[in-house]
């Protein structure tokens, strides 16, 4: 069936390193792609999305690279920062307007100092 | 500037009482959305609104009730709650021109 997954539930990286969080998707009919940010006892925050027509965005500190061939997506961020320590969720939208998105299960991020 | 807001933050009930939690937002956002998040589980659609008076079906929408008679306002209300429907839900808008939904703190609610 359709379903957004990710490869890692848990990462741990060094404060200043760079992180990847990497997302498989199953429906190609989805038309957007989404990385979500939720710190303990808050609800997400949008990061960053992406367009199925293209391979790679970039935000502050963050970029997002979609590759389509083999239905991966995944979200690099830069330069680490404690502020970085959170759950990222990657979801999909069929439609630009957010109706009815489809969220993977979650990555927990943690920085080491 | 209070954004999207939801009420109560903690909530414990009882099997089979009624619960409703309520969502409010002052972007006068065309969207609203009611999720759950349960572990292993992320977040799971239960029901969303694309204006007012009109309502859909999420993913989980079994067990749930919603309204919207005014733009602002999105509760949730679970008829005969049960002990599955123990999870953080969280109430969500966005304009539905782009991706970014604007998330509330959650409600965590548990059913003895």
């Known amino acids: 069936g359709e379903s957004v997954g990710l490869h890692l539930p848990t990462l741990s990286v060094q404060e200043g390193d760079n992180s990847i969080i990497n997302c498989a998707y199953s429906?190609?009919?989805?038309?957007?792609f989404i990385w979500y940010k939720q710190e303990s006892g808050k609800g997400p925050q949008f990061i960053i999305d992406i367009r199925s027509n293209m391979d790679k965005r970039q935000g502050q500190r963050v970029t997002v690279l979609l590759n389509k061939t083999v239905k991966h997506l995944s979200l690099q961020i830069a330069a680490t920062q404690p502020g970085d320590s959170a759950v990222y969720f990657c979801a999909e939208n069929k439609i630009q307007g957010a109706q009815k998105l489809v969220f993977g299960q979650g990555t927990r991020l943690t920085i080491n100092p | 500037d209070a954004g999207i807001t939801q009420s109560p933050r903690y909530k414990i009930t009882e099997t089979g009482r009624q619960v409703t939690l309520m969502c409010h937002q002052t972007?006068?956002?065309?969207?609203m959305f009611w999720y759950r998040q349960d572990l292993g589980h992320g977040l799971r659609l239960i029901y969303y609104?694309?204006?007012?008076?009109?309502?859909d079906k999420g993913e989980v929408p079994d067990g749930y009730v919603v309204s919207r008679s005014k733009t602002e306002n999105f509760p949730l209300t679970l008829e005969s709650a049960t002990r599955s429907q123990t999870s953080v839900y969280f109430c969500?808008?966005?304009?539905?021109?782009?991706?970014?939904?604007?998330f509330g703190p959650g409600t965590r609610l548990t059913v003895l």
């Open positions: 609104s694309a204006a007012a008076d009109i309502t």
């Open positions: 969500a808008s966005t304009t539905g021109l782009y991706n970014e939904q604007f």
């Open positions: 972007w006068s956002h065309s969207y």
């Open positions: 429906n190609s009919a989805s038309d957007y």
